[in-house]
């Protein structure tokens, strides 16, 4: 297990999930419905500050420090988070075969609800610094484009390059990927944790 917790720390609990649940299988084993409730929270949780980071990583790649701050602000609490409800920033040591080595308190939960309740406006108020900054929006519309040109001079591989002409992809189209999964991902974690049989 960890091995698995550690082959990439920034996915910790997917890893040891997907290893859990090839021994689970392999025994036979059928966890708890509540070990499978709160490994989805912190795979959620997990998946959340992971896209934080690409995202403030992003905007300070772009030269726009103020606003990649408050992405990382955001990814930090999670990992504060993390290790309130887990004793670990990236949930290290509580994912196992057979469920969860240890259960999570009340008291944690309903901190981490109290929590979501004013992430949803904050995050937001970063995306909008982010969408009304002309530089930015400039710099994202310019860069990473693919010319069809380049493809195969750079070896270049994926789905863009199979298509029959190789559309050129501003990093903006990316930037909106990201708020759009946010949204689906925000709407997930809270159905799980305001489940009327999470306890």
């Not at 970063?126 to 710099?139: E, F, K, N, Q, Y």
């Not at 001079?153 to 298509?163: D, F, K, S, V």
Request: proline residues 6%; hydrophobic residues 45%.
């Amino acid at each position: 297990m960890r091995i698995a917790e550690t082959i990439s720390g920034d996915e910790s609990v997917t890893n040891a999930v997907a290893y859990s649940m090839a021994v689970e299988k392999i025994g036979q084993t059928e966890i708890p419905a509540r070990a499978w409730q709160l490994r989805t929270i912190l795979l959620e949780m997990e998946r959340i500050y992971s896209h934080l980071g690409d995202m403030g990583g992003m905007i300070i790649d772009v030269a726009f420090p103020k606003g990649a701050s408050r992405f990382f602000i955001l990814r930090e609490e999670f990992l504060r988070l993390n290790n309130l409800l887990t004793g670990s920033r990236f949930s290290k040591g509580i994912i196992c075969p057979g469920g969860l080595s240890k259960d999570i308190s009340p008291q944690a939960i309903e901190g981490l609800s109290h929590y979501l309740e004013t992430f949803a406006t904050r995050f937001q108020s970063a995306v909008d610094l982010i969408c009304g900054t002309s530089s930015v929006i400039d710099r994202f519309e310019t860069t990473g484009v693919i010319k069809p040109e380049l493809v195969n001079l750079l070896n270049i591989t994926g789905p863009p390059p199979a298509l029959p002409v190789c559309p050129l992809i501003p990093a903006a189209t990316i930037l909106t990927a990201f708020i759009r999964h946010w949204n689906f991902r925000s709407e997930s974690l809270k159905k799980v944790m305001f489940c009327p049989d999470f306890w």
